[in-house]
């Protein structure tokens, strides 16, 4: 699978998109955070240190747990 990205700024007012296989499209918008931005895996925070805090606690179960069929 080819993955793509693209980002478009305020002066844009038309998007054009042709797909020459099948295709998945996920189209976000939202107003700019003017804050640095990292992503690992399914994190995504302001800083490695961050993204590192949340792994570890991802690992010691700080995230909640989900519960097992009983």
């Not at 099948?22 to 994190?43: C, M, N, Q």
Request: hydrophobic content about 35%; some cysteine.
């Amino acid at each position: 699978m080819r993955e793509s990205c693209s980002s478009l700024d305020s002066s844009d007012s038309n998007i054009v998109m042709e797909a020459t296989e099948d295709a998945v499209v996920l189209f976000l918008s939202g107003e700019p955070i003017d804050e640095p931005v990292v992503g690992y895996g399914p994190f995504v925070m302001n800083s490695d240190k961050e993204i590192i805090e949340a792994v570890n606690d991802f690992n010691r179960g700080k995230f909640g747990r989900i519960p097992q069929n009983q």
